[in-house]
């Protein structure tokens, strides 16, 4: 059974750039679906889907992000990682990540993350 | 981008209800429609996917149906731990785009 757990700041001050990891365990990134997907749940409770990367690096990202978006992967550490650049109090949210892109059928608990000074 | 509504927004129902939500989308998305249930605290959990496939391990009593751009999740007897809100989302299109939820809460 696969596993996600996302890692990185819980606070981030505004203008700086998120880091933030997804470790998956119980499962080879590389093998069976092989699309792994950030999405964020802002407050309302809305979700957005980020984007998502092939283990191969073949990333799609959302335009409404894109400007500021770089996801990656390192698949010897079984790992792939989201960075949002310029952040602003419309970032706090909290963030997932998933296997699948089409559909998601396995989520980390997600992290809050929050922009304030 | 694709426009997912979702009806109700909340509704009141009690255990052994059968319960539908409505999903519309803006424009066709070919059955490109998948349903999560999510509980407080935690991330969501794919119920449906492809419009009427079940995902292994979800109980029986969910079902999830298409008609044009309209579609439905079905609760066919509401259990204790089914209260709390569904999303649909729509694969058809990039950017994928969630409905703004369904909190079904008890009567």
């Known amino acids: 059974q696969v596993q996600l757990q996302e890692s990185g700041p819980g606070l981030v001050k505004p203008s700086q750039t998120l880091s933030l990891t997804c470790t998956v365990s119980g499962g080879s990134i590389t093998s069976g679906v092989r699309y792994w997907t950030w999405i964020r749940q802002f407050p309302g409770k809305g979700l957005e889907w980020i984007g998502y990367?092939?283990?191969?690096?073949?990333?799609y990202y959302n335009p409404s992000l894109k400007s500021r978006l770089t996801i990656s992967v390192d698949t010897s550490k079984s790992q792939f990682s989201l960075q949002l650049s310029s952040m602003t109090a419309a970032d706090t949210a909290v963030y997932y990540c998933?296997?699948?892109?089409?559909?998601?059928?396995?989520w980390g608990p997600g992290t809050l993350v929050t922009v304030s000074s | 981008d694709i426009q997912m509504t979702q009806s109700p927004s909340s509704l009141s129902a009690s255990v052994g209800d059968r319960v539908t939500i409505t999903c519309r989308a803006s424009e066709n998305i070919n059955n490109f429609l998948n349903w999560y249930q999510q509980k407080p605290g935690k991330a969501p959990n794919l119920l449906i996917y492809?419009?009427?496939n079940l995902q292994n391990g979800v109980p029986s009593r969910f079902s999830g149906s298409a008609s044009g751009t309209h579609f439905t999740l079905t609760i066919s007897s509401l259990q204790p731990e089914d209260f709390t809100t569904y999303f649909c989302?729509?694969?058809?299109?990039?950017?994928?785009?969630f409905g703004q939820g369904t909190k079904v809460e008890i009567k």
């Open positions: 998933a296997r699948g892109y089409t559909y998601c059928d396995s």
């Open positions: 990367i092939h283990y191969n690096g073949f990333t």
């Open positions: 989302q729509q694969s058809h299109t990039t950017p994928y785009t």
């Open positions: 492809a419009a009427s």
